[in-house]
């Protein structure tokens, strides 16, 4: 296989995963950006410890208006099991947004 070939064939690839990622988030950029900032501000920046569940997650989203659920859902289904999880793991790259 020539390089144009395995390069084109990785974009393809690379393509579909953010597809799928998109169609897995419920948040826009700017909303996940206000998440991971939320998490860092409560998880790192202050050191407080993870407690292994979503409950930061779950506040941030039902300050924001929004019903927690579809966010818990979204942030699970890419990899945040817990907030710090979803803080390390639920990048806007994923999607193709900027950091």
């Known amino acids: 296989m020539d390089k144009r070939l ?6 393809q690839y690379k393509a579909q ?4 990622a998109c169609r897995q988030m ?5 909303q996940l950006r206000a ?6 501000e409560q998880l790192f920046h202050l050191g407080i410890a993870c ?7 779950r506040t941030w989203a039902s300050n924001e208006g ?7 859902v979204s942030v699970r289904a890419l990899g945040g099991y817990c907030d710090c999880e ?9 999607f193709g947004w900027e950091e």
């Not at 419920?26 to 700017?30: G, S």
């Not at 979803?86 to 994923?94: E, G, Q």
């Open 6 to 11: 395995k390069k084109e064939l990785r974009q």
């Open 17 to 20: 995963e953010q597809a799928e």
């Open 26 to 30: 419920c948040l826009q950029p700017d």
């Open 35 to 40: 998440l991971l900032n939320y998490l860092g």
């Open 51 to 57: 407690d292994h569940t979503k409950s930061r997650t």
């Open 66 to 72: 929004l019903g927690p659920e579809p966010v818990l």
């Open 86 to 94: 979803a803080a390390y793991n639920v990048r806007p790259h994923l």
